[in-house]
């Protein structure tokens, strides 16, 4: 199987949580994180998590870390239109490669 | 302002044609990556530059090549497309010293 799986689609309405999940399978990386891509656009970093942490928050977004199941979800609170988009999942070792998912569609309905 | 920018945005090619992707970074960062990202699939990293150290991935197709003239600038030259490399190719800068990558909007190139 892939080394990072996500489900390819979500969808939430205006206002609710939204929960993105990954599961991933190389338990020596250093660093986990989320990139969000809108249409048309690269990819923009939304938040990473050290291996060594369980839980990060940042305003909107909770990021949790299993690391026994090798398990990572992204929380959106209060989600908006604007957080439309595609979501990966990727973890890393140093810099030399990242290693992406295969994203989670997230449409929020108004 | 942009601060990895990618041109062409968009490319079609015809099948065997050589064609050239460039990318250019006002960061002064010292990792420059290019990715292939083909259609719902998750990007896939091609190689990296650690200043003028190349790193090719071992799966990487031998027709993909790259030149780093300089800090700046990264291109990706593919010496003879064929239909299957039809996707959106990415570059990306790092600092080398986290692991953030900042992402160019893509060159989204198809070969015909």
């Known amino acids: 199987g892939e080394d990072v799986e996500q489900s390819l689609f979500l969808s939430v309405r205006e206002g609710d949580s939204s929960v993105i999940n990954c599961t991933y399978t190389?338990?020596?990386?250093?660093?986990l994180y989320w990139y969000k891509q809108e249409p048309g656009a690269g990819l923009q970093l939304l938040t990473y998590?050290?291996?060594?942490?369980d839980m990060k928050q940042d305003q909107r977004l909770t990021v949790l870390l299993n690391k026994k199941d090798k398990h990572l979800s992204l929380r959106i609170a209060d989600t908006q239109t604007g957080d439309s988009a595609i979501y990966f999942c990727?973890?890393?070792?140093?810099?030399?490669?990242?290693?992406f998912g295969t994203g989670t569609k997230l449409q929020v309905i108004p | 302002d942009a601060m990895v920018i990618q041109n062409p945005r968009y490319q079609v090619t015809q099948f065997g044609k050589p064609v050239t992707l460039s990318c250019s970074q006002t960061?002064?960062?010292?990792?420059m990556y290019w990715y292939q990202q083909k259609s719902s699939q998750a990007p896939k990293l091609l190689f990296h530059?650690?200043?003028?150290?190349?790193?090719n991935e071992a799966d990487t197709p031998d027709n993909f090549q790259s030149r780093r003239p300089n800090t700046s600038f990264c291109f990706l030259d593919i010496r003879s497309p064929g239909l299957g490399d039809t996707a959106m190719y990415l570059c990306?800068?790092?600092?080398?010293?986290?692991?953030?990558?900042?992402f160019g909007q893509g060159t989204r190139l198809t070969v015909v």
């Open positions: 998590i050290f291996s060594n942490m």
């Open positions: 530059y650690y200043d003028k150290d190349f790193n």
């Open positions: 990727a973890h890393g070792e140093g810099y030399q490669k990242v290693t």
């Open positions: 190389d338990s020596s990386s250093t660093y």
């Open positions: 990306a800068t790092g600092t080398g010293q986290n692991t953030e990558a900042f």
């Open positions: 960061l002064n960062h010292n990792v």
